[in-house]
């Protein structure tokens, strides 16, 4: 799995809009091949500033799949008027903590313990 990051500056006095027009933009994103899911952030203390998240099963599947498709200049077309700087955009992979998954195993065991002994 990619995650894919990007910081966003929006123009002052426009979030309201901005936001609104994410919601509708995130349509041409949510049909492609390889998306998972996306995510958008506000920064509670700069109120311009955004973090938008967005897993793809591979890093072809933005690059290519997305960008490469005649929606992305829709979305584009949707969202760069709000922009007061160019997004900043990463690609990142999950690098599991030793132990993790056995802290996920011990706590499904839990919870399945307290449902059998719950009335």
Known sequence: MILQTATLHIKP???SEFESAFRA???KLITKKGYIDH???KCVENRDEYLFFVRWTGIKDHLI???GHPDYAEWLSMLEPFYSQAPEMRHYVDIRAT???QEDEESEELHASSREESP
Request: proline share 0%.
């Open 13 to 15: 006095g426009l979030a």
């Open 25 to 27: 933009a995130s349509g």
């Open 39 to 41: 995510e958008l952030h």
């Open 65 to 67: 799949g997305f960008r």
């Open 99 to 101: 132990g993790r998954e």
